[in-house]
């Protein structure tokens, strides 16, 4: 089963930020969290990942609360582009290395 | 990161029959990954290939009906055998990263079986 805790859809005005929030209480203090998004039905995209500190890259920030029991990610300026399913992963680095993915969260950017 | 390319990108097959899908990266990646996804659901992890020793599955999947070749490390075929309409998805390839051990996703290929 998946480790993470998504709603399943979200709306957000073109131009604001969009939050995506991810419940994951059971992470241990070694996995990190992963986000992805998933644009009608093409092949997953890399957005971003964490461990305990915040992080932000070109596409997004990630904000991970000080228990490490959920995340936010942070689209700071969302676009009709940016309409996807994203998901949020939590894994491990030793082992298989694999992901389990949950259900996601269907975000609408809305002109 | 990685380019992941698969082929066929579509395909209809009739029940029965099999496919045989491939997955070409532009680099050498040691894990490659496997994942169906059916209409309107999430990815679902059908096995993970490492180059010189036997696929992975994960529960609910089995070498005879998906078996998997990792001859090399840029190169993976996922066959889908004796298909039914149930195998109708999309399947996709991922290659795990080096440092941070992110996946990049192939394109995926959409399967259709009447």
Known sequence: DAKTTQPPSMDCAEGRAANLPCNHSTISGNEYVYWYRQIHSQGPQYIIHGLKNNETNE???????????????ILPHATLRDTAVYYCIVRGVSGTYKYIFGTGTRLKVLA | SAVISQKPSRDICQRGTSLTIQ?????????????RQQPGQSLTLIATANQ???????????????????????FSTLTVSNMSP?????????????????????????????
């Open chain 1, 59 to 73: 596409m997004a920030s990630l904000i991970i609360t000080e228990d490490r029991k959920s995340s936010t990610l």
């Open chain 2, 23 to 35: 997955c070409q990266v532009d680099s050498q990646v040691t894990m490659m990954f496997w994942y």
């Open chain 2, 52 to 74: 010189g020793s036997e696929a992975t599955y994960e529960s609910g999947f089995v070498i005879d009906k998906f078996p998997i070749s990792r001859p090399n490390l840029t």
């Open chain 2, 86 to 114: 149930e195998d109708s998805s999309i399947y996709l390839c991922s290659v795990g990263g080096t440092l941070t051990y992110e996946q990049y996703f192939g394109p995926g290929t959409r399967l259709t079986v009447t």
